[in-house]
């Protein structure tokens, strides 16, 4: 069993920061791990993805040069730096384990088997 567990999110005003981390906990080894937001009235949409080994990072176009995903798998931890934060980055962030092993990272939430109960992020205009 996987657990995951978000924390970091908050309220921002625009153009500002926030650095969101993901714990996990349980079987982590080789799983690439994503970052899905979901706002009021709207579907969780992807936001970044990452390999197990931490290169070629994928990204939507929407947050693409302003967030930046990593991870240390030392402290089985992948966080989610947002930079130039605008009033529609307002949402629950969710982090989630791909079903793969191996997996490259990827934009489809079904791909994606274990999810974190979310974190709220604000940004005021």
């Known amino acids: 069993q996987v657990q995951l567990v978000e924390s970091g999110g908050g309220l921002v005003q625009t153009g500002g920061s926030l650095r969101l981390s993901c714990a996990a906990s349980?079987?982590?080894?080789?799983?690439?791990m994503g970052w899905f937001r979901q706002a009021p009235g709207k579907e969780r949409e992807f936001v970044a993805a990452?390999?197990?080994?931490?290169?070629?990072?994928i990204y939507a176009t929407s947050v693409k040069d302003r967030f930046t995903i990593s991870r240390d798998n030392a402290k089985n931890t992948v966080y989610l730096q947002m930079n130039s934060l605008k009033p529609e980055d307002t949402a629950v962030y969710y982090c989630?384990?791909?079903?793969?092993?191996w997996g490259l990272g990827s934009s489809q939430k079904n791909n994606y088997d274990y999810w974190g109960p979310g974190t709220q992020v604000t940004v005021s205009s």
């Open positions: 989630a384990q791909e079903k793969e092993s």
């Open positions: 990452i390999r197990w080994g931490g290169d070629r990072p």
């Open positions: 349980g079987r982590t080894f080789n799983k690439a």
